[in-house]
């Protein structure tokens, strides 16, 4: 009975990653087709003596289909395997796409593979500075720029697909003492040596890895109890200054409030962690369970741990949803009749974004007036909250599309949101 649960699990599972990946397209003499990782282990030696920066990446993928595979990855290639054998990936831009992926130049049956490709990580990257033999390495993602995601820095999928993955880093030559920073959980450590694990519900735009000299930021660490039972251990780190009225003490106090405050709205914490980079000014990026945050926007950032890295986005024409979402909880919980006056002032006007988009247009005050509008569309039945508590838990972890949301609306508040979504969201 177990096997046979597990077999119905996984069934279900890729079916429903088929239904959010984008449609294969034509290559070569046959069709390129999406895959589904399954496991992925990173492999990065950082050689000061040497001044290179490597990174082996191990990926086993299935494909449901016969056909060239897609994966992505922008460093250059040194090295590619597949299936033990040598080859290479093109990097193509898909029919009336704006972004750029790569596809295998094999032609693939379908059934399980192994990929193995080497690359420089640093290539895109600051913050290795071979001449002082220490590391501040950010690895930060990005959502408003196109293959700004995993992608930048080793072989990854795109959005739709979540897999387990090991991260290992090894600093050869260096008298510095280095620690990573992290939303994984820690499976080995010695002295520059880090090996990491992140659960097979991330993605592409999950990881928070982040690794720096001992003693460089200013760190707030505690616990905040959770409607769980959980006890939910936070990290705050900076490199601000310390002051009167410190930056670490001012990000603890808020994140209390919002962190109660998205409980008994939403539901209860969805993370293991929580793990906040601080710094003055606006701005942010928020990743599971973590974020690297301007402290004007915490709250906004925080939000993101429930829509995005909570209910997360499949690409990028649904990252509307969380962007909406978080702004409209962050403006605090707007009604209104219309979102504007006209459609053409306020539509996101899905349908002429380009086919294949990866990140987020700037479109966050057209979505957040959307969901005041369905907010005081159904006021009668409770509004948006108790739909997003509902839906939270049923798609925690699990990406979706615009259609999914529309379909849950209508379920939910039993109305046909045609009409409203056409107007505002796809013309």
Same mark, same amino acid.
């Given at each position: 009975?177990?096997?046979?649960?597990?077999?119905?699990?996984?069934?279900?599972?890729?079916?429903?990653?088929?239904?959010?990946?984008?449609?294969?397209?034509?290559?070569?003499?046959?069709?390129?087709?999406?895959?589904?990782?399954?496991?992925?282990?990173?492999?990065?030696?950082?050689?000061?003596? #040497?001044?290179?920066?490597?990174v082996v990446s191990k990926v086993?993928?299935?494909?449901?289909?016969?056909?060239?595979?897609?994966?992505?990855?922008?460093? #250059?290639?040194?090295?590619?395997?597949?299936?033990?054998?040598?080859?290479?990936?093109?990097?193509?831009?898909?029919?009336?796409?704006?972004?750029?992926?790569?596809?295998?130049?094999?032609?693939?049956?379908?059934?399980?593979?192994?990929?193995?490709?080497?690359?420089?990580?640093?290539?895109?990257?600051?913050?290795?500075?071979?001449?002082?033999?220490?590391?501040?390495?950010?690895?930060?993602?990005?959502?408003?720029?196109?293959?700004?995601?995993?992608?930048?820095?080793?072989?990854?999928?795109?959005?739709?697909?979540?897999?387990?993955?090991t991260f290992e880093l090894t600093?050869?030559?260096?008298?510095?003492?280095?620690?990573?920073? =992290?939303?994984?959980?820690?499976?080995?450590?010695?002295?520059?040596?880090?090996?990491?694990?992140?659960?097979?519900?991330?993605?592409?735009?999950?990881?928070?890895?982040?690794?720096?000299?001992?003693?460089?930021?200013?760190?707030?660490?505690?616990?905040?109890?959770s409607i769980s039972g959980l006890?939910?251990?936070?990290?705050?780190?900076?490199?601000?200054?310390? &002051?009167?009225?410190?930056?670490?003490?001012?990000?603890?106090?808020?994140?209390?409030?919002?962190? =109660?405050?998205?409980?008994?709205?939403?539901?209860?914490?969805? $993370?293991?962690?929580?793990?906040?980079?601080?710094?003055?000014?606006?701005?942010?990026?928020?990743?599971?369970?973590?974020?690297? &945050?301007?402290?004007?926007?915490?709250? =906004?950032?925080?939000?993101?741990?429930?829509?995005?890295?909570?209910?997360?986005?499949?690409?990028?024409?649904?990252?509307?949803?969380?962007?909406?979402?978080?702004?409209?909880?962050? $403006?605090?919980?707007?009604?209104?009749?219309?979102?504007?006056?006209?459609?053409?002032?306020?539509?996101? #006007?899905?349908?002429?974004?380009?086919?294949?988009?990866? $990140?987020?247009?700037?479109?966050?005050? $057209?979505?957040?007036?959307?969901?005041?509008?369905?907010?005081?569309?159904?006021?009668?039945?409770?509004?948006?909250?108790?739909?997003? &508590?509902?839906?939270?838990?049923?798609?925690?972890?699990?990406?979706?599309?615009?259609?999914?949301?529309?379909?849950?609306?209508?379920?939910?508040?039993? &109305?046909?949101?045609?009409?409203?979504?056409?107007?505002?969201?796809?013309?």
């Amino acid at each position: 009975m177990k096997i046979l649960t597990i077999i119905c699990f996984v069934f279900s599972f890729n079916i429903f990653a088929a239904e959010v990946a984008p449609s294969d397209f034509t290559f070569k003499n046959g069709m390129a087709v999406f895959v589904d990782f399954r496991e992925a282990e990173y492999k990065v030696v950082v050689d000061f003596k #040497k001044k290179t920066s490597t990174v082996v990446s191990k990926v086993q993928f299935y494909q449901d289909k016969s056909g060239f595979p897609i994966f992505d990855i922008r460093t #250059k290639i040194q090295r590619l395997m597949i299936d033990s054998n040598k080859s290479s990936a093109s990097e193509v831009t898909p029919p009336g796409a704006e972004t750029k992926l790569r596809v295998l130049n094999r032609y693939l049956e379908k059934g399980l593979h192994s990929l193995e490709v080497e690359s420089d990580i640093g290539e895109f990257a600051g913050g290795i500075d071979f001449d002082s033999n220490r590391l501040d390495f950010d690895m930060s993602l990005s959502d408003l720029l196109d293959r700004e995601f995993f992608e930048i820095w080793a072989v990854s999928n795109l959005e739709y697909d979540q897999f387990p993955s090991t991260f290992e880093l090894t600093i050869l030559n260096s008298k510095t003492n280095h620690k990573i920073y =992290h939303n994984g959980t820690t499976l080995h450590q010695r002295q520059n040596f880090f090996k990491l694990s992140f659960p097979d519900y991330f993605n592409t735009s999950a990881a928070y890895i982040h690794i720096a000299p001992v003693g460089a930021y200013r760190e707030k660490s505690f616990e905040i109890e959770s409607i769980s039972g959980l006890k939910v251990p936070v990290l705050i780190y900076t490199m601000e200054d310390p &002051s009167p009225d410190d930056i670490l003490d001012r990000a603890a106090s808020e994140t209390l409030s919002f962190f =109660h405050e998205l409980e008994s709205k939403i539901g209860a914490w969805p $993370h293991q962690r929580l793990l906040i980079q601080i710094n003055e000014g606006p701005g942010g990026m928020e990743y599971h369970g973590a974020t690297s &945050s301007g402290i004007e926007d915490l709250r =906004h950032e925080l939000i993101h741990s429930y829509f995005a890295r909570g209910v997360m986005s499949s690409d990028g024409k649904s990252s509307w949803i969380d962007e909406a979402i978080t702004e409209w909880i962050t $403006h605090g919980y707007k009604n209104q009749e219309l979102p504007c006056l006209t459609s053409k002032d306020c539509s996101l #006007k899905l349908n002429e974004l380009p086919s294949y988009i990866r $990140h987020t247009t700037v479109y966050y005050h $057209h979505g957040e007036a959307f969901i005041s509008f369905l907010n005081n569309k159904f006021k009668s039945q409770g509004g948006m909250l108790p739909f997003l &508590s509902w839906f939270f838990l049923k798609y925690k972890f699990i990406p979706i599309s615009t259609e999914i949301l529309k379909s849950e609306l209508e379920l939910y508040f039993n &109305s046909d949101l045609t009409y409203d979504f056409g107007t505002y969201i796809y013309n």
